[in-house]
């Protein structure tokens, strides 16, 4: 029977992207950072991942590292805007991940910007994600 660590390392070294979308699945959300910093990761999984929730802290990281994955489309990018914006929207602060989707250039500066416009902004992450959005390339 296999334990967390064992989950864990296989979400870190593993390359066949059935096995990675089968751990998406998993319960414990180390397992899902782990496979989101995986760049053998599958999109389809990143997509999974998008959804998944724990706790606060939890949920903002892996949301800014779906946001930093190299595999990540404009698809799995889009669904991290989505939840990035209900959190917001719950007076959250996935301040990292609002940053990283700046970076993307996948997206478009204004459905990014529009971040900005949700409940859970600060005067800070408006004025940071503006600069962000204006040092695009």
Known sequence: MP???DY???AHA???GPVLQRLAQCPY??????????????HVALLELSKARDSVWNDNKLLRLLAEHPGADHIVLRAVLDAVAAK???DERPYAAVLALAARTELEADEVR???THRGASARLR?????????RI
């Open 3 to 5: 334990t967390p660590a």
């Open 8 to 10: 864990l390392a296989l």
């Open 14 to 16: 593993e390359t066949d």
């Open 29 to 42: 959300p180390f397992v899902w950072q782990a496979l989101a910093t995986n760049p053998h990761t599958p």
């Open 88 to 90: 917001l929207d719950e």
């Open 114 to 116: 529009r971040l900005g």
């Open 127 to 135: 004025r940071l994600l503006a600069l962000h959005l204006s040092s």
